[in-house]
């Protein structure tokens, strides 16, 4: 009896400690359960873009837009027939379709499946109109001071010339959608010039007026692409019809270059005019585009390379665009700037090779 209390105190402190490592070792699973279930959980995409040997791509657009720009309104057919009542018809200036393109060079990095490319868009346009007053209408230009004449004609041109360089990339959501959001930079230059001539002024034979309106910019962009599969035919499925819809945006610091220059030439030989300074503006320009289509691409080569063709209807609108000054009848009575919008849209037509 003596021994059985003596061993039963030995043991004691050996089971107190048996039963003290086990708690800490439920703490620690318990703990370590705890972080577990709270860590947040990484999600791994697939990669959608295409494949190819060297991972190299080049990409070619053909552009046929057209241009509308706010505030075009140049001048005001007035019918003085009737006393009492004066019937006006404006005149405001079309843009006519003209074709453009736009052509690039992008790499497929290894690094979280990104891409990078650089490309260019050059599209030029131009628009006319002119009028015509027979005695005693006349008509009165909006742009150039207010001066009536019998007969006026406008040319606008447009030049359109942009950097784009982006990073981004492309990933499976599901089965049919992917999608490639992107950053990068944009930079280039939008010029307009205007040229109207009034010819049979009153109190002058002509006059002559050359307007300028050079904008260049670079800033951030950003946005994001989407191809959403319709299907797969061929033996081995390998070619893939798709819709797709791209959209984003920029915020650029820009510098305006403004002129103005208007010429009159009495009919006895006397010259009058003015050149106004002092019209350039630094501002900041946003801008937005998207597109919309039908695509198709297809592997090759045992699929060793890639092509894609889509075919879509592209918007880019562009802020603030217009920043002409418009001229009232004297420098006394004002000046204003017109302070409108650009926007470019058409169709285009998308050529890729992934070699």
């Not at 018809?89 to 499946?113: C, E, I, T, V, Y």
């Amino acid at each position: 009896m003596k021994y059985t209390v003596m061993l039963s105190l030995l043991a004691l402190p050996l089971c107190l400690c048996a039963e003290g490592e086990i708690s800490a070792v439920e703490r620690t699973t318990t703990k370590n359960r705890q972080q577990t279930q709270t860590r947040p959980t990484r999600v791994s995409l697939d990669s959608a873009r295409p494949e190819s040997d060297n991972g190299w791509y080049l990409f070619a657009d053909a552009l046929y837009w057209h241009a509308d720009i706010g505030s075009t309104d140049w001048a005001l057919k007035q019918d003085l027939t009737s006393p009492a009542i004066s019937k006006n018809r404006q005149r405001s200036l079309n843009f006519k379709w003209d074709w453009g393109f736009r052509a690039g060079l992008g790499a497929n990095m290894n690094h979280g499946m990104w891409d990078t490319n650089l490309y260019y868009t050059w599209f030029r346009t131009s628009g006319r109109s002119s009028v015509h007053a027979v005695v005693p209408d006349v008509v009165l230009p909006i742009l150039l001071e207010d001066a009536s004449c019998q007969r006026a004609k406008i040319r606008w041109k447009i030049h359109f010339s942009m950097f784009d360089w982006e990073l981004g990339g492309w990933y499976y959501i599901n089965d049919v959608l992917a999608i490639r959001p992107h950053v990068g930079l944009k930079g280039g230059w939008i010029n307009q010039n205007v040229r109207e001539s009034l010819t049979q002024v009153t109190g002058g034979d002509t006059a002559t007026g050359r307007l300028g309106n050079n904008f260049w910019g670079v800033g951030p962009s950003f946005g994001v692409n989407t191809l959403w599969v319709l299907g797969n035919a061929g033996e081995r499925n390998q070619h893939r019809f798709s819709l797709f819809g791209d959209c984003g945006g920029a915020l650029m610091y820009g510098h305006f270059h403004v002129k103005y220059r208007a010429r009159f030439v009495s009919s006895t030989g006397a010259i009058t005019g003015d050149d106004i300074k002092g019209l350039n503006r630094n501002l900041a320009v946003a801008m937005l585009q998207g597109i919309f289509g039908l695509s198709w691409d297809t592997g090759f080569n045992q699929n060793r390379n890639h092509f894609t063709f889509r075919l879509g209807y592209e918007l880019q609108y562009w802020f603030r665009q217009n920043q002409l000054l418009k001229r009232t009848s004297s420098l006394t009575d004002g000046t204003f700037r017109l302070s409108d919008d650009l926007a470019l849209q058409g169709v285009t037509a998308d050529f890729r090779f992934d070699f």
